[in-house]
């Protein structure tokens, strides 16, 4: 069983589109997480959630929501997407008072825009 | 605010030799923890290796160990024999309580073992 799953891996939409990736784990874990990987392998934090609170927001752009149904799932939304926004979004997951083990990530989704 | 610092954007290495990837951070707090992380050409994001602050003890896991110099804030990996499976983009990352579990990541090197 996959420990942290994303869907789709790949994809490629216009712009002005509003579009969401899915996040599921299986891990048990307490929060998830979503990154954002540019074209220069940069990884940023951009957002967390903790037993469905949002508890990091970095300065993203409020066209990015991410949706926490349950412990397990954390969704991304993205609204009116833009040339931009096209890069590797990753997923992660960690224990709350387990995080000094790392974090475990899905397999990333490569969002392009065009 | 807690910084990594990767200095070296790429390095090669021959089949079967060693390298040391280089990594210093930044941060005022004293129990922290430092991970090196591996992205193949796959994307997936590996967990190598993991080093809690408070151990002097420098962490080790079959072929690969790291050098923790906690005064000079520096964080670097060895990876011995190297394979031709080890290459990929290595990143070095950086989490504590005081950062809401944030993990923060070095911008990466990397890594080309040659046949």
């Known amino acids: 069983d996959t420990a942290v799953s994303q869907t789709p891996k790949y994809l490629v939409t216009q712009m002005g589109n509003d579009k969401s990736i899915k996040c599921e784990q299986n891990?048990?874990?307490?929060?998830m997480y979503w990154y954002k990987q540019d074209s220069k392998k940069f990884l940023k934090i951009m957002f967390s959630?903790?037993?469905?609170?949002?508890?990091i927001n970095e300065t993203v752009p409020n066209r990015f929501s991410p949706k926490s149904p349950d412990k397990a799932h954390l969704n991304l939304h993205i609204n009116s997407l833009e040339l931009g926004d096209s890069a590797v979004y990753f997923c992660?997951?960690?224990?709350?008072?387990?995080?000094?083990?790392?974090?475990?990530f899905g397999s990333g989704t490569r969002l392009t825009v065009v | 605010a807690q910084t990594v610092t990767q200095s070296q954007p790429e390095m090669s290495v021959q089949e079967a030799e060693t390298v040391t990837l280089s990594c210093t951070y930044d941060?005022?707090?004293?129990?922290?923890?430092l991970f090196w992380y591996k992205q193949p050409p796959s994307r997936q994001m590996i967990l190598v290796i993991r080093?809690?602050?408070?151990?002097?003890q420098n962490a080790t896991e079959n072929r690969f160990s790291v050098n923790f110099q906690k005064a000079a804030k520096s964080f670097s990996l060895k990876i011995s024999d190297s394979q031709l499976g080890d290459t990929a983009m290595y990143f070095c990352?950086?989490?504590?309580?005081?950062?809401?579990?944030?993990?923060?990541f070095g911008a990466g090197t990397r890594l080309t073992v040659k046949p």
């Open positions: 959630y903790n037993n469905k609170e949002l508890i």
């Open positions: 891990l048990g874990h307490d929060t």
């Open positions: 080093q809690e602050a408070y151990k002097q």
């Open positions: 941060t005022s707090e004293s129990n922290y923890y």
């Open positions: 990352a950086f989490t504590n309580r005081n950062n809401n579990n944030d993990m923060r």
């Open positions: 992660a997951s960690s224990q709350e008072f387990g995080f000094n083990y790392g974090y475990t």
